[in-house]
């Protein structure tokens, strides 16, 4: 059984930043795009990012552009999200997942059809 150990979470007052790890089986990581999705309370989850490699951009959705970034490390197996200026809608549980996106022709799509999805981890920052 695979294991997506998520860690990082927390209260953060608004303006704040957090972030959060993902660490990924190493035979997972070498071959699949890392995401990261959110769910807020009575919403649907969303897709918030993933990343394909070491190397490569991040994609994001729009409400976090320009303060979300992730990146990956795969000597040590984890995939990060570096979450700056939290805003009261970042409130929510945040879920590592595999492959979290597919990719067509060089662009991306969120997709909530997961191989493996994280246990899920608290973000707040209350109002």
């Known amino acids: 059984q695979v294991h997506l150990a998520e860690s990082g979470g927390g209260l953060v007052q608004p303006g704040g930043s957090l972030r959060l790890s993902c660490v990924v089986p190493e035979s997972i990581l070498d071959h699949h795009v890392i995401g990261w999705f959110r769910q807020a309370p009575g919403k649907e989850r969303e897709g918030v990012s993933c990343?394909?490699?070491?190397?490569?951009?991040?994609y994001y959705t729009d409400s976090v552009k320009g303060r979300f970034t992730i990146s990956r490390d795969n000597a040590k197996k984890t995939v990060y999200l570096e979450m700056n200026n939290l805003k009261l809608e970042d409130t929510a549980v945040y879920y590592c997942?595999?492959?979290?996106?597919?990719?067509?022709?060089?662009?991306?799509?969120?997709?909530?059809?997961?191989?493996?999805w994280g246990q899920g981890i608290q973000v707040t920052s209350p109002r």
């Open positions: 997942t595999v492959p979290g996106c597919f990719i067509i022709g060089g662009s991306y799509y969120f997709t909530p059809q997961a191989d493996y």
């Open positions: 990343i394909l490699d070491e190397n490569g951009s991040g």
